[in-house]
């Protein structure tokens, strides 16, 4: 089956750094997805891209969707303590169901203040 | 706007015991509903969908079922609960290929 490959798995930053963090797919992705989950709670979507080559905005938050549209990469910039939680990358199943998801398995986010 | 309701928030169980959780939708209609179970660390793990009244897809064999009695209600049940379905339950709602939301999530505990 389709696997999403996010790296880094977790990452310790001090505030006010930049982070940067990706996924890559062995198949085409018409659509990624960026969600962070925070602790106790769901996961909320952050970015959504539909496009190869897109780069969207939110906030401090920066995604673009790969050329080849096999990976991902989101970026935060000057972080804060809020960002800590677990950022999962996403994209709608390709060759079968187009109902599910695939997610990576998450990068963990911590920011020492 | 759409929201999305689940409950109980944290659920404390002895193992062989029975289960019902439950998860409304509001502000949309026809959604595909889906249960996700996420275990200590992060992954997400799909376990039933549904993309209406009465359609299940389980998607991994196990002591669980779901049903979808009403258009925008999604419940997941098993009869008797093993020390294996600790975890978060996340119930998500979107539409097909496309963004999915998430409830709040249900912490079980079965012990």
């Known amino acids: 089956g389709q696997q999403l490959n996010q790296s880094p798995q977790s990452m310790f930053i001090q505030e006010g750094e930049d982070v940067s963090m990706n996924c890559t797919s062995s198949?085409?992705?018409?659509?990624w997805l960026w969600y962070k989950q925070e602790p106790g709670e769901g996961p909320v979507l952050l970015i959504a891209l539909y496009k190869a080559g897109e780069l969207t905005s939110n906030g401090r938050l920066t995604a673009q969707f790969g050329i080849t549209r096999k990976d991902s990469f989101l970026n935060i910039s000057a972080s804060i303590p809020s960002d800590v939680g677990i950022y999962f990358c996403?994209?709608?199943?390709?060759?079968?169901?187009?109902?599910?998801?695939?997610f990576g398995k998450g990068t963990l986010l911590t920011v020492n203040p | 706007s759409q929201t999305i309701h689940q409950w109980p928030a944290t659920l404390v169980q002895p193992v062989g015991s029975p289960l019902s959780l439950e998860c409304t939708v509001e502000g949309t209609s026809n959604p595909n509903l889906y249960w996700y179970r996420q275990a200590a660390g992060r992954g997400l793990q799909l376990l039933f969908y549904?993309?209406?009244?009465?359609?299940i897809s389980s998607e991994v064999p196990q002591n669980l079922s779901a049903s979808r009695p009403q258009d925008r209600q999604f419940i997941l049940s098993s009869k008797k609960l093993l020390l294996s379905d600790s975890g978060f339950y996340l119930c998500a709602w979107g539409r097909q290929g496309d963004e999915q939301y998430f409830g709040p999530g249900t912490r079980l505990t079965v012990t």
């Open positions: 996403a994209g709608p199943g390709y060759g079968g169901s187009n109902y599910k998801l695939t």
């Open positions: 549904s993309v209406g009244i009465g359609q």
């Open positions: 198949s085409i992705f018409n659509t």
